[in-house]
């Protein structure tokens, strides 16, 4: 479990998260929306702890980023690095041997290639794969489906699916909401740094709905569009 | 174009700002240490104007570098954009060839110039999609990112020791040894993405041990041949090679411990003056190294547990 309690985080004089109360349990998957800049990124950087905050975040696995999976919304790759050195390095980095990797290339990537030279998409993968490779107990996946094809979407789905299925927590940010209805039980809706609304599996139409009406308004009303 | 040269002096500014110093007082101090390194490397070694020649190209080639110069060649015409490179490399350039000129190496510093000239025109981009191979990848990332960047100045070092064989100057070998060195610390200053320390599940002092490790012992392979040859044929000054190659992984550890001691920035200058003061007078590593160490763990504790 990962319980965040009265969690608060400040650049300066802005207060980007706000009283943030959570609770996270294995075996499921929770998806985060918001609009840009409402503090999603933030939010994860505090639970992995790249980012200092107040409240608390406890976990049953500890520390919580020894066991922790983070996929960056634009993964970081070294310029004369290959797919195969990257995983390798991830894996080094936790301690966990890997002899074959090659076996796990769900995404075919071209792993003997510099990784800097692949696409946006085909760096998300290759970040998704290396973190798969750890065998992490939490994973926290920001916008796993931008920039990627629609091939891959659909075994990303499956991998949040199987990861659930053995029991794992994950936490997933999305702007698209097909992909968050296809994966998660519980969605929460971050909206200036808190959150304004939660809701299960069988209400998400509902959130979507209000989401529009949030979002939209009657914005489109002024704009002709022809 | 002037506009382009005054947002590269704000820049410049603004480093000197985040790393702590008044601009004014670090372009002196940067000046200073120009001088002092340039006098130590000339009262050092009869071949400094080579390495003298290969450090200013080093700095010229980093301007090279294609994504920097393709954003450039979108912003410029064609003409300005040329104009804009030459002016930077020769600028780049300018203090080596007026320091080789006074040190009456007039050839050296025509060639230095006509290199740098050559070099803000041509572009490295190739459409050949090969991956070096390296002996480094079972523990990514500084060796392997530095083998493969630095291939073709790594044979530098053991081309001057088979001509200190040759011509039988044991400095000249020990000479290609310190250069090797310098290379493989040229591996290690620029810090990684945050991420990839953080993605470690050890404690402070193990991350920093088993850097240590993996630096020992990839700069061990690479000196291994230089060693060999050079106790080979000088057995007599043996121990001066060892002693040179202690130096030179004490050096490579002080880099390291500095690193992370300012991680996640860049080492900034006034660490960066102690570690060329070092170069010059070596038993203060004995006492910087354990004040980097501890700032290391120091730094490192945010993002390891």
């Known amino acids: 479990m990962i319980k965040i309690s009265a969690l608060s985080k400040n650049y300066g004089s802005k207060q980007v998260l706000k009283n943030i109360n959570l609770n996270f349990s294995e075996g499921n998957v929770y998806g985060i929306v918001g609009e840009n800049g409402a503090g999603k990124t933030t939010l994860f950087r505090c639970i992995a702890g790249l980012?200092?905050?107040?409240?608390?975040?406890?976990?049953?696995e500890k520390p919580l980023k020894n066991h922790l999976g983070l996929l960056l919304t634009d993964p970081f790759i070294f310029s004369k690095i290959t797919g195969k050195e990257y995983i390798q390095l991830l894996c080094n980095a936790r301690e966990v041997k890997i002899d074959d990797v090659e076996s796990r290339n769900i995404f075919?990537?071209?792993?003997n290639q510099y990784a800097s030279t692949y696409s946006t998409?085909?760096?998300?993968?290759?970040?998704?794969?290396?973190?798969?490779?750890?065998?992490?107990?939490?994973?926290?996946?920001?916008?796993?489906?931008?920039?990627?094809?629609?091939?891959?979407n659909i075994i990303i789905t499956e991998i949040i699916h199987k990861l659930k299925q053995i029991g794992k927590i994950v936490i997933i940010s999305s702007h698209i909401f097909s992909t968050l209805d296809a994966t998660c039980d519980e969605i929460h809706l971050l909206q200036h740094g808190e959150f304004i609304k939660s809701v299960k599996k069988d209400e998400f139409h509902i959130l979507e709905n209000e989401m529009k009406e949030i979002v939209i308004g009657n914005k489109l009303n002024n704009f002709e569009i022809q | 174009m002037r506009e382009y040269f005054i947002l590269q002096f704000n820049m410049s500014n603004r480093r000197l700002k985040d790393a702590g110093l008044e601009p004014m007082l670090g372009y002196v101090l940067i000046l200073a240490g120009f001088i002092g390194f340039t006098f130590f490397l000339f009262q050092k070694t009869e071949f400094a104007h080579y390495a003298?020649?290969?450090?200013?190209?080093?700095?010229?080639?980093?301007?090279?570098?294609?994504?920097?110069n393709d954003f450039l060649k979108s912003c410029f015409k064609n003409n300005r954009y040329k104009f804009l490179r030459i002016t930077e490399n020769l600028a780049a350039a300018f203090p080596f060839v007026l320091f080789l000129l006074y040190k009456q190496y007039f050839f050296d510093s025509a060639i230095l110039a006509l290199l740098s000239l050559i070099l803000a025109l041509t572009s490295f981009k190739t459409t050949v999609n090969i991956s070096i191979p390296t002996p480094f990848y079972k523990k990514?990332?500084?060796f392997t990112v530095g083998f493969r960047n630095s291939l073709f100045v790594l044979m530098i070092p053991y081309i001057l020791t088979i001509i200190s064989i040759s011509v039988q100057n044991f400095n000249l070998g020990i000479f290609a040894l310190l250069l090797l060195f310098l290379i493989i610390i040229g591996f290690y200053p620029k810090p990684e993405n945050e991420y990839f320390v953080w993605s470690f599940s050890m404690s402070p002092k193990k991350f920093l041990f088993e850097k240590l490790k993996t630096a020992i012992f990839y700069a061990t392979i690479l000196c291994f041949p230089i060693v060999?040859?050079?106790?080979?044929?000088?057995?007599?000054?043996?121990h001066l090679i060892m002693l040179f190659y202690f130096v030179g992984t004490v050096f490579l550890v002080t880099i390291i411990?500095?690193?992370?001691?300012?991680?996640?920035?860049?080492?900034?200058?006034?660490?960066?003056l102690i570690l060329v003061t070092c170069i010059s007078f070596p038993p203060l590593l004995l006492v910087f190294a354990p004040y980097f160490y501890t700032k290391a763990i120091t730094k490192l504790e945010r993002f390891l547990v």
């Open chain 1, 121 to 152: 998409g085909m760096k998300k993968k290759l970040a998704i794969t290396a973190i798969l490779s750890q065998h992490n107990k939490y994973y926290i996946l920001d916008e796993p489906f931008n920039g990627v094809d629609i091939q891959s």
């Open chain 2, 140 to 142: 990514p990332f500084e």
């Open chain 2, 228 to 238: 060999i040859i050079m106790g080979f044929f000088y057995f007599t000054n043996f």
């Open chain 2, 257 to 272: 411990f500095a690193k992370y001691g300012s991680f996640p920035n860049e080492i900034n200058i006034p660490e960066g």
């Open chain 1, 108 to 111: 075919d990537l071209p792993l």
């Open chain 2, 52 to 68: 003298y020649m290969l450090i200013s190209l080093g700095l010229t080639t980093k301007l090279s570098e294609i994504k920097r």
């Open chain 1, 51 to 60: 980012e200092d905050y107040q409240g608390d975040i406890t976990s049953t």
